[in-house]
């Protein structure tokens, strides 16, 4: 499995079935933390916005250079996909 930038998502349950199948922690209980968490989405986004500096002078001095503005951007349209299909269900 290949992923450019975030871990491999699976549901809840198949993570609590799969840390059960280790043999040793057989008391993992999920649980659904949407409602904890939905707001995080976009705020990731949202503090980007508002300090970009970060970004923008590493588009500058980093060896990646601008490619650095293109994966920023990428990110930016994954949080909020990823923001709507937590948010539908």
């Known amino acids: 499995y290949k992923e450019w930038a975030h871990p491999y998502f699976i549901s809840i349950e198949e993570y609590e079935r799969l840390m059960t199948k280790t043999g040793k922690l057989q ?31 590493k588009g500058f001095v980093s060896k990646m ?15 909020e996909r990823m923001h709507r299909a937590f948010d539908c269900g």
């Not at 990731?44 to 916005?49: A, H, Q």
């Not at 250079?65 to 949080?79: A, H, N, Y």
């Open 27 to 57: 008391k993992v209980k999920g649980e659904n933390w949407l409602k904890e968490t939905i707001a995080a989405w976009r705020h990731s986004i949202w503090v980007g916005v508002w300090d970009p500096w970060i970004v923008i002078w």
């Open 65 to 79: 250079g601008p490619l650095i503005w293109w994966k920023t951007i990428r990110e930016i349209v994954t949080l």
